[in-house]
């Protein structure tokens, strides 16, 4: 992604919530521009109070956000910069959001629930947002639940560039579930892999099964790259890497854009000797404790960074998008 026409350092203000100020930093470095200072605290009472610490009168502004636990109080933290920023008079206010985790609830599949993701959506244009980043809905049809221009970013490109440091002979890259077929294609492709997708019912938040027929596709493989959107309590994962390794492979390496690992899922991989590597990203900040030794964080800084950027710009950014070709 080569830099090209610079941003105006006085034209946009950076901000950050208090879910990942390391990301937006890097984010405002790419940009070479400052972050500016947030200041949150809490009245006597518990209630939030924060106060942008730069003018936004007629600047293009972007508020770094992402949905990670707790996410209800990041999310009114979001909702609350949005709402400032429109009323000391930005021109725009971009809600920068790495890790959309509301995504996860996009339909209606038990009576008297709320279709969360589009309640987000909706709360986000409300507060203000002119436009909206985030990188790899768990479901890519909330995208549509957006009344305000929305760009679904892809880490994709750096994983391609990653793993073609490796070895890939003997190689399947293997999706957990028809939904991320596609994606896992996409990646595929980009390493000029097979590509197959395993068969998943999901019994509970926590239980998954696998389908058979997946062990006699991946048969004669040596090596498997397992492709998800994100890992949180881990549970897909080791079911399938359980089943891949009784059905012939050898070494697994496992790639997530949102690197949740909740509960006990960095102890339930790191029992599994076969996996050899796990590559993820930084839209949610990941302790040093849960950070294994074969672990490697790839920041997407840089990809927001030139979203932003050309943006700005009024370039296009198709290839960064989820759904886009970023090989071409």
């Known amino acids: 992604m080569p830099k090209q026409k610079a941003i105006h350092p006085n034209d946009i203000r950076v901000f950050s919530g208090s879910s990942h100020p390391q990301l937006a930093a890097?984010?405002?470095k790419y940009l070479r521009v400052p972050l500016d200072k947030t200041i949150?605290?809490?009245?006597?009472?518990?209630?939030l109070?924060?106060?942008?610490?730069?003018?936004v009168r007629s600047r293009i502004v972007y508020i770094v956000q992402s949905l990670t636990p707790p996410a209800s109080e990041h999310l009114l933290e979001l909702l609350m910069m949005l709402d400032i920023a429109r009323g000391a008079a930005d021109r725009e206010v971009h809600a920068i959001i790495p890790y959309f985790s509301f995504a996860r609830s996009d339909k209606k599949d038990a009576p008297r629930i709320s279709i969360t993701a589009r309640l987000i959506a909706d709360l986000l244009e409300t507060a203000g947002a002119t436009h909206v980043m985030t990188m790899t809905l768990h479901s890519p049809q909330v995208h549509g639940f957006f009344g305000i221009p929305t760009d679904p970013l892809t880490a994709r490109g750096l994983f391609v560039q990653h793993f073609r440091k490796r070895d890939s002979s003997d190689t399947v890259v293997v999706a957990p579930d028809a939904g991320r077929a596609r994606s896992a294609s996409r990646f595929a492709a980009g390493l000029g892999l097979p590509v197959i997708a395993a068969e998943k019912t999901?019994?509970?938040?926590k239980e998954v099964r696998i389908g058979e027929l997946v062990g006699k596709q991946v048969r004669g493989f040596r090596r498997a790259i397992i492709y998800d959107d994100e890992i949180a309590t881990a549970g897909s994962v080791v079911v399938l890497s359980k089943f891949l390794i009784r059905n012939g492979i050898k070494e697994i390496s496992t790639v997530c854009t949102h690197g949740v690992f909740s509960g006990q899922a960095v102890e339930a991989l790191r029992a599994i000797p076969q996996i050899k590597e796990i590559v993820t990203t930084d839209t949610v900040p990941i302790p040093k404790e849960k950070r294994l030794s074969h672990m490697k964080v790839l920041s997407v800084a840089r990809v927001f960074g030139e979203a932003i950027r050309r943006n700005y710009l009024k370039q296009t950014i198709g290839?960064?998008?989820a759904f886009g070709d970023e090989e071409r």
């Not at 949150?40 to 209630?47: C, P």
């Not at 999901?202 to 938040?205: N, P, Q, Y």
């Open 319 to 321: 290839d960064l998008f």
């Open 26 to 28: 890097g984010i405002a």
């Open 40 to 47: 949150i605290s809490r009245f006597s009472n518990d209630n």
């Open 202 to 205: 999901r019994v509970s938040d």
């Open 49 to 55: 109070y924060i106060q942008l610490g730069a003018s």
